[in-house]
């Protein structure tokens, strides 16, 4: 018999919102992941935004994204790539591939994207290797109602200024972004961040570069040399962290994304696992400076990097996404969620064809690819701005070799309507785990979920087998008593679950 794990969920309890920026997204010039993926030319040679693209997010409710990097923010100077497209100064780009590109995808059609995505911008500016004057007219171009660079946005065809909620100043400064100490970095932020006005009705929500990992030291010198002098100047520090397996811990010796064993599995979910841990060591940090949670933590990169696919171009980070890029997923946004009190915003790396994409596609094909983590972030999308519930769950192991890691993974939250959604993983690649889940507070009337899970660990869809592993139906379930249902969830799978009021 298979045990039975117990899952309560208070649904009549919870304080704090999950905010919808926690489901956010990151283009980066990289590969194809622009170039190649949002941005395509038509048969006259001119470039276009792909709907089908645009309509695929939308249909995940993309509430952000972050641009235009990455390492290459560092490197980009945003006044190459306004004006006539074809006068535009091209950029070396330097950091990945040494690819030329014409610099036709630069902020007015940025722009354009996130309108059309229904999203908010995220942009990242260039500490590394531009000036605090650089950063600050792009703020006045994208936001002024007049003035020297408003001017200049008018010529460029936009009269009115945009909203700009979220900008990045910097990025990796302690590496891409220019090998910097984190008091140097420190300093240069209050300078640059000085400069960057809030325009109008604009409210800019100003995000430091933080560290890797788990690298306390960088956040507690933002805390203190920032936060603590001038604490209006930093509305949030990002922190990146990327699930990486190796069988050497070489960097540079990534196992690859598909054709792995279970020691793959295991290793990939007890990494993504980690980054509960991550967090609360940024959060103590964070908590000791500033225990009102003024300061959020913005976890603008984040997915697994694998081996660079086989024939790729490795500058291009491209990799093939499968089911257990999927648990990582599932994971890491419950992680998330529960982190949602200082946690205001993360962002998948990246995308489109780069990293752990969310689509793929191919040159001269019609269609797209969507992956795995495509799915999870639909069976998610219920979470955004929802009131976050506490769970209480009795995970179990899955035990690998000598080590052991959590069964079950979930969490839960109530929107507006009184709804409670659950999601929960199963990251057993072999048993089905039995859970019975009580709902404290509310007596459901009706539930409808959805379930991911696919034949084989590295099952992924292809432009052949585009729906190999997508969400359907998930009926395992039964109510055995008032608010009481028994689900059994799949061996390595990820369930979706609303259950509505009466
Ligand atoms: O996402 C790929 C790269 O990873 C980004 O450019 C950089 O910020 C990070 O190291």
Redesign the pocket.
């Given at each position: 018999a298979q045990p039975t794990h117990r899952l309560v969920i208070h649904a009549d309890q919870g304080r704090v919102q999950i905010s919808r920026h926690i489901y956010g997204h990151?283009i980066?010039h990289?590969g194809y992941g622009i170039y190649g993926g949002f941005w395509q030319r038509d048969a006259q040679g001119r470039w276009h935004l792909r709907q089908d693209i645009v309509d695929a997010l939308r249909r995940i409710r993309i509430p952000n994204l972050r641009w235009p990097?990455?390492?290459?923010a560092d490197l980009y100077h945003w006044k190459d790539g306004i004006g006539p497209q074809e006068q535009r100064r091209p950029i070396l780009n330097a950091?990945w591939g040494q690819v030329v590109e014409d610099n036709s995808f630069g902020t007015h059609e940025f722009m354009a994207l996130v309108e059309a995505l229904g999203a908010e911008p995220y942009i990242a500016g260039n500490v590394g290797s531009g000036t605090p004057r650089e950063m600050a007219e792009w703020v006045e171009y994208l936001t002024a109602e007049d003035g020297p660079m408003a001017r200049l946005r008018k010529q460029n065809g936009r009269e009115q200024p945009w909203r700009v909620p979220f900008w990045g100043v910097g990025?990796?400064s302690w590496?891409?972004?220019g090998n910097m100490d984190p008091e140097y970095y420190a300093d240069l932020y209050r300078r640059f961040a000085t400069y960057l006005f809030n325009y109008g009705g604009n409210r800019l929500y100003k995000i430091a570069a933080g560290p890797?990992d788990a690298d306390t030291t960088w956040t507690s010198v933002l805390m203190r040399d920032v936060f603590r002098r001038n604490p209006g100047l930093m509305q949030g520090i990002s922190v990146?962290y990327?699930t990486w397996i190796s069988k050497t811990g070489r960097w540079n010796d990534k196992e690859p994304a598909t054709g792995f064993d279970e020691w793959g599995w295991f290793k990939g979910l007890q990494k993504a696992l980690f980054l509960d841990e991550v967090l609360r060591r940024h959060e103590a940090v964070m908590d000791r400076y500033d225990p009102e949670k003024r300061v959020g933590l913005i976890v603008d990169?984040w997915g697994m990097w694998h081996a660079p696919e086989p024939g790729s171009n490795p500058a291009f980070?491209v990799q093939q996404n499968t089911l257990r890029d999927a648990l990582v997923a599932a994971v890491s946004l419950n992680i998330f969620n529960h982190h949602a009190e200082r946690v205001r915003m993360a962002n998948l790396?990246?995308t489109i064809n780069?990293?752990q994409a969310l689509i793929l596609t191919r040159e001269g094909e019609e269609t797209i690819v969507l992956t795995p983590t495509y799915h999870v972030f639909d069976l998610y999308k219920e979470h955004q701005d929802a009131t976050l519930l506490p769970v209480e769950l009795e995970a179990g192991e899955y035990r690998y070799g000598d080590e052991a890691i959590p069964a079950l993974n979930a969490s839960a939250s109530r929107n507006a309507e009184g709804a409670v959604h659950l999601t929960i993983a199963n990251l057993d690649p072999h048993q089905e785990r039995v859970v019975q889940a009580r709902l404290e507070g509310i007596q459901p009337a009706r539930v409808e979920g959805r379930v991911l899970t696919a034949e084989a660990m590295d099952a992924h869809n292809t432009f052949e087998a585009p729906d190999r592993v997508r969400p359907v139906a998930f009926t395992a379930y039964r109510a055995v008593g008032d608010g009481v249902y028994e689900l059994r969830l799949p061996a390595r799978s990820v369930v979706a679950l609303t259950f509505y009021p009466r």
């Open positions: 990151f980066e990289l990097g990455g390492c290459f950091f990025n990796e590496g891409c972004g890797a990146h990327y990169e980070l790396a990246q780069v990293l």
